[in-house]
């Protein structure tokens, strides 16, 4: 099989293929085409690749090109993962946010609309080439934010698109881990939109764990999202949130942590990516060690301004193992491919699973996988405070959608401003003067 890779000069390529490394049955994947923009890119992360495979026998063949078409022809899937205006279009969504007073984050409030604003258009289009040049292939789309992106291209793609976020994954693990109990035996219950979910319960042999965890203090406080949101909250949730509501449900500190931070994120990435790519253009480094390097770090600081407002401190090592995307993309190509068939938590459209949505709203929930796709498990009603942020977050979503497509500036406006993190119309107009000032890839915005 061939697997186009968008985005295939981005950091995190190298865990898809260390998972593909180790896939070894028949049926797997044989070919791999990294598609990118940047050259120069796409060279240096051939390079950290062709080290992970050397002295592996049937380690599938990598290609590199910059033309889009050339990748997608004979793909049987597509794994989406590009960055519409690079990291320095993430630093400029953050810094252009908090100056507003509002946060920046990449796929949360104003920074995720400018960025779902610039995305969709792009990944329309990629949409599009593929229903034209690879129309029996699968997408799978890590790109951000990852369930508006989804829902986008679904809108090509139909159920041939889904979407993947190793956030869920990383949340079961830890909680699975507290509860002594094996994560992939464990059924998982799980809903809401990405990075906008719940843990609601953790089911072992028929019985929910979870209501265990919540009446266990030390246990409740001793991982990352009990440290987080504090035990406290959690059992006034009677859920365990993904990391993400964090910016929700402690929006204020989330703020001026960001604010009194020496960098944001955005701003720290850049610098950090932009030192790994320049020690690659030297012949001597040693590629794939430079890379874990980087990588280490990188996890090390993850959602740093977060914890600094929790006053949590450091990530414990347990607590820095990933949730596992490659993983997750590989069970998911194997159960289509061969019909092995998977749960997963993914990314697809919500075909009556919640009702508070439509049919086509892009939810994250458990779903069954097999050669047919991905069909998502019919789940319990969310409490009305879940519905709330749900609902006002896919509408949201949908004026993103419906600005991308009719270049409306005034729809823009209006997705920034019913935003629940966004205080003010007057706030989200000069949101939206600011990113258009910055990103030239918001230029269709005119009417």
Not at 140 to 154: C, K, R
Request: hydrophobic share 45%; proline share 4%.
């Amino acid at each position: 099989m061939k697997l186009t890779i968008l985005g295939g000069g981005g950091f995190r390529v190298p865990l898809v293929y260390g998972a593909l490394l180790g896939d070894h049955a028949e049926g797997r994947v044989t070919h791999v085409t990294l598609h990118d923009l940047d050259a120069g890119r796409l060279s240096a992360i051939a390079r950290v690749l062709a080290e992970q495979g050397a002295g592996v026998p049937d380690a599938p063949v990598v290609t590199a090109t910059t033309d889009l078409d050339e990748a997608l022809r004979g793909a049987d899937f597509v794994f989406s993962a590009i960055r519409v205006g690079g990291l320095e279009g993430r630093a400029a969504d953050e810094r252009i946010a908090l100056a507003e007073g509002v946060l920046g984050q990449e796929t949360v409030g104003a920074g995720g609309i400018a960025y779902g604003l610039r995305t969709v258009p792009v990944a329309t289009h990629v949409a599009r080439r593929v229903a034209a040049l690879a129309p029996d292939a699968w997408v799978i789309n890590f790109t951000n934010p990852a369930g508006l992106v989804t829902e986008a291209m679904s809108r090509v793609l139909g159920d041939r698109v889904v979407g993947i976020c190793d956030s869920p994954v990383g949340l079961g693990r830890r909680v699975a881990r507290i509860l002594g109990a094996d994560p992939d035996e464990a059924w998982i219950d799980y809903v809401g939109l990405n990075h906008l979910g719940w843990l609601r319960g953790l089911h072992v042999g028929g019985r929910d764990q979870l209501p265990r965890l919540l009446a266990d203090e030390q246990a409740l406080g001793s991982f990352e999202e009990g440290r987080l949101f504090g035990p406290e909250w959690l059992r006034s949730l009677g859920a365990i949130p993904n990391e993400y509501l964090h910016y929700y449900y402690f929006n204020r500190e989330a703020v001026h942590a960001y604010r009194q931070a020496e960098r944001t994120r955005g701003a720290y990435l850049l610098d950090q990516q932009a030192g790994f790519y320049r020690e690659m253009g030297k012949a001597d480094t040693p590629p794939l060690a430079a890379w874990h390097r980087t990588l280490a770090d990188r996890e090390a600081t993850y959602m740093a301004a977060n914890r600094e407002a929790a006053g949590i401190g450091e990530r414990d090592e347990e607590d820095l193992e990933s949730g596992g995307y490659e993983k997750v993309a590989l069970a998911l190509m194997r159960a289509v491919a061969r019909n092995e068939r998977a749960t997963l938590i993914l990314n697809v459209r919500n075909r009556g699973t919640l009702s508070v949505l439509d049919a086509d709203a892009v939810v994250e929930v458990p779903c069954f996988v097999d050669a047919t796709g991905a069909h998502p498990v019919t789940v319990a009603p969310l409490p009305y405070h879940a519905v709330g942020l749900v609902t006002a977050v896919k509408g949201v979503e949908r004026e993103v959608l419906a600005a991308a497509e009719s270049g409306s500036r005034a729809t823009a406006v209006k997705a920034f401003a019913l935003h629940p993190l966004v205080d003010s119309v007057a706030v989200a107009r000069r949101l939206l003067d600011g990113y258009t000032d910055e990103h030239p890839g918001l230029a269709y915005l005119r009417s």
